[in-house]
């Protein structure tokens, strides 16, 4: 299986991540937009999100040091409302 993975990667059909506390998870990437990742570290919920500001400023942030872009990962770690909300709760 692990080698169907590899192949599947090298043929950019697929992204792996390391997300905390879950592993690889592998995501289709053909045919989908760009998009970044906001994840929980309590209970591992992921949500994306695209912000056009976001990537203009990392392009901004390149080209200010000298680099071109060719991919990134952007991951926001923290933790969600649902999870906040279940600490203020009374036991």
Same mark, same amino acid.
């Given at each position: 299986?692990?080698?169907?993975?590899?192949?599947?990667? /090298?043929?950019?059909? /697929?992204? /792996?991540?390391?997300?905390?506390?879950?592993?690889?998870?592998?995501?289709? =990437?053909?045919?989908?937009?760009?998009?970044?990742?906001?994840?929980?570290?309590?209970?591992?919920? =992921?949500?994306?999100?695209?912000?056009?500001?976001?990537?203009?400023?990392?392009?901004?942030?390149?080209?200010?040091?000298?680099?071109?872009?060719?991919?990134?990962?952007?991951?926001?770690?923290?933790?969600?409302?649902?999870?906040?909300?279940?600490?203020?709760?009374?036991?």
């Amino acid at each position: 299986m692990s080698d169907t993975r590899g192949k599947t990667r /090298a043929a950019s059909l /697929a992204s /792996a991540h390391h997300f905390p506390g879950q592993g690889t998870l592998y995501e289709v =990437i053909v045919g989908r937009a760009h998009h970044d990742h906001l994840i929980c570290e309590q209970c591992g919920r =992921i949500v994306e999100f695209a912000n056009d500001e976001i990537e203009d400023l990392q392009e901004s942030v390149a080209k200010v040091h000298g680099f071109l872009l060719l991919t990134h990962r952007h991951e926001l770690l923290g933790r969600c409302a649902d999870c906040r909300r279940q600490d203020r709760s009374p036991a």
